[in-house]
């Protein structure tokens, strides 16, 4: 009896197939078959590990980290960027407290955003935030591998920021929920886009089953790392509570706070 017959032989097949596929990605080569961003936590205060390395993603002009090697002494620096597919509630708060804190954050936002919260992206935009393209209807980018379709998502929104505030919008990009393929970051990088994943976050995003406050703090603060891109959604009522501690506590470990876009030179 063969190999094929007893079914022995695909299954080897496909073995090998996922193993070299895994150890592509590790080695920073191909992201083709990763369509889900994902993080490894080695040691505390210490960057993760993504699934493609920067020096891969930096042929596209993506990011998931900034600058990680600080002398002593030195300020370590975050970046802080929200997601949003649609206002819950809490963004004015947010706002507030990044004002009373003097820092600058990344709003990726979808149109259904600007549709039903203009004003609010109107007072992001005067208070010097950046918005950033977080695609037209939220879809599985991964999903699409036709060059028009995929355009379409992000000039949809492109179109409909400059409607909404009469400029051209930076290029900025964010996948919905990570997801991504090789493929999407060549269109992207050919848009002139640059993609930015994260480096640290933590599940903030079911409003029905909200994170206590010790559970944020034990993410956000035993994970924070130099460099950091960190993701937040400003649909969670944890962190508009906590945002005013959060970001005191961060200054208070010798961190400062960079615009997104100083990583796209």
């Known amino acids: 009896m063969?190999?094929?017959?007893?079914?022995i032989w695909y299954f080897v097949v496909a073995i090998l197939v996922v193993v070299a596929a895994v150890f592509?990605?590790?080695q920073g080569r191909t992201v083709a078959t990763v369509s889900n961003w994902g993080l490894s936590f080695q040691n505390k205060g210490e960057p993760p590990t993504g699934n493609a390395d920067r020096d891969y993603l930096a042929r596209y002009h993506a990011h998931f980290l900034g600058e990680t090697s600080v002398d002593e002494g030195e300020e370590k620096t975050l970046y802080l960027t929200f997601d949003a597919g649609y206002e819950n509630g809490?963004?004015?708060?947010?706002?507030?407290?990044?004002?009373?804190?003097?820092?600058?954050?990344?709003?990726?936002?979808v149109k259904h955003y600007m549709d039903t919260a203009p004003e609010l992206?109107?007072?992001?935009?005067?208070?010097?935030?950046?918005?950033?393209?977080?695609?037209?209807?939220?879809?599985d980018m991964a999903a699409i591998q036709n060059r028009e379709s995929f355009a379409k998502e992000l000039t949809d929104l492109e179109q409909a920021y400059e409607n909404l505030i009469g400029q051209s919008m930076k290029k900025l990009y964010r996948p919905p929920q990570g997801k991504f393929s090789e493929?999407?970051?060549?269109?992207?990088?050919?848009?002139?886009?640059h993609t930015f994943f994260w480096s640290l976050a933590y599940v903030d995003w079911n409003v029905n089953d909200q994170p206590t406050r010790e559970e944020a703090f034990s993410k956000l603060l035993t994970r924070v790392h130099p460099g950091a891109i960190v993701l937040l959604h400003s649909t969670s009522a944890t962190n508009a509570a906590i945002l005013d501690e959060l970001l005191t506590k961060w200054k208070a470990m010798g961190y400062t706070f960079e615009s997104l876009e100083t990583l796209m030179c």
Request: contains cysteine.
């Open 2 to 7: 063969t190999f094929r017959k007893t079914g």
């Open 24 to 26: 592509g990605v590790s």
């Open 90 to 109: 809490y963004t004015a708060s947010i706002l507030d407290t990044l004002k009373k804190h003097k820092v600058n954050a990344c709003f990726f936002l």
């Open 121 to 139: 992206v109107k007072r992001m935009v005067a208070e010097g935030h950046t918005v950033g393209n977080h695609t037209a209807t939220h879809p």
């Open 183 to 193: 493929s999407n970051l060549q269109m992207a990088s050919e848009m002139g886009y």
